[in-house]
């Protein structure tokens, strides 16, 4: 089976191919530096670049995998939660090919997505607790197979990845910042003391980031040197140019340091109080964009081995938005006897995607039957 996944739900266009389970090939085109300047991703700007890049995308990705559209067997669309402006673009991409050509047409929540898309590398053993940390969302979810989440705990306020680019912008960084404040941090030992860990003091599995980012923001405001005074060009930020570029860069990688383990040890505690509480659990799964973050990582596995679990965390890559992750959840979704007809919905952020499909039996004929009807 060839599906072709289709992501446009935020700032990265991305089309890839996955054949049986496994990637064939992927064409993505990051809008990253147009939103930069702006200290965010601007929904109208980020639309017409979907527009733009969609048609230029799928003829490189179909040339990449040497095989032609109406070799689609089935289209996967990221249907949300996501800017809406940008979703209905790849929606309605998704739905003119499927018209086009008879491919089947499935859904896919891109959080879900994030979650599924280790198994791209590695098998994926259900039960798993699934921690998702990317720009929008820090959602905690006991996963009992590709297609059965449970939320178990959420951000109440800003997410990680929210908290991450914030500082950055604090410091004068360009967006997304995240990734500046890892490599900044990078061997330098913490200071435990200069930041709170934060909503821990409670019972529950639920994030609130807001306090830690303010706590920053207040012992910067005491140290006006430590931002960049002119925001870097991102290139010149790559291979250790953040601190090469910093004025007072050990005081600065200090802070980052010290913000990463903040972060890091947070997100460590709700998952191993979560682990503690799940019965059943067969690995623990990481993904999202702070799923890339160096620190995170090494939490995590480190807390997953001592519950004896497999961690999974994809490589930096696939933890970023990426439409392998949509055409694989796409795939197991089609697998399990689920599609969506031409009426599937996007779901802008803030709304629950519904759980809407369809359940098909499969037979010999399997996928292609919208294909043959189209033939005929
Ligand atoms: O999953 P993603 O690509 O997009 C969303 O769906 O939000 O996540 C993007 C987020 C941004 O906040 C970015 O700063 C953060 O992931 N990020 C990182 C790192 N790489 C990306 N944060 C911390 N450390 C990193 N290495
Ligand atoms: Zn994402």
Known sequence: MLVLGVET?????????????????????????????????????????????????????????????????????????GLLGSLLVGMSFAKGLCLATGAALIGVDHLHAHLLAPGLEDELRFPALGLLVSGGHTHI????????????????????GEAFDKVAKLL???????????????????????????YVHNDNLDFSFSGLKTAVAEYLSKRPHLPYAAMPEADALRNGGALALAAHPQELALVAASFNRAVAETLRIKVERALGREEGLRSLVVAGGVAANSHVRAAMAQVAGMHGLAACIPRPALCTDNAAMIAHAGALALLAGYRHDLGLESVPRGRAVPRDWHRITPNAEGLRLDRTRAEN
Do not use: W
């Open 141 to 160: 979810y006991r996963m009992d197979s590709p297609t059965e989440f449970r939320l178990l705990g959420r951000t109440l306020d800003d997410a990680a």
């Open 172 to 198: 004068n960084l360009p967006y997304p910042g995240g990734r500046y404040l890892d490599d900044l941090s990078q061997g330098v030992e913490p200071d435990k003391t200069l930041f709170p860990l934060a």
């Open 9 to 81: 739900s935020c700032d990265e266009t991305g089309v890839a191919l996955v054949r049986d389970g496994c990637f064939l090939a992927e064409s993505l085109a990051s809008q990253t530096d147009i939103h930069a300047v702006f200290g965010g991703v601007v929904p109208e700007i980020a639309s017409r670049e979907h527009q733009r890049m969609l048609p230029i995308l799928f003829a490189d990705l179909l040339a990449k995998a040497a095989v032609t559209a109406q070799d689609i067997d089935a289209v996967a669309v990221a249907r949300g939660p």
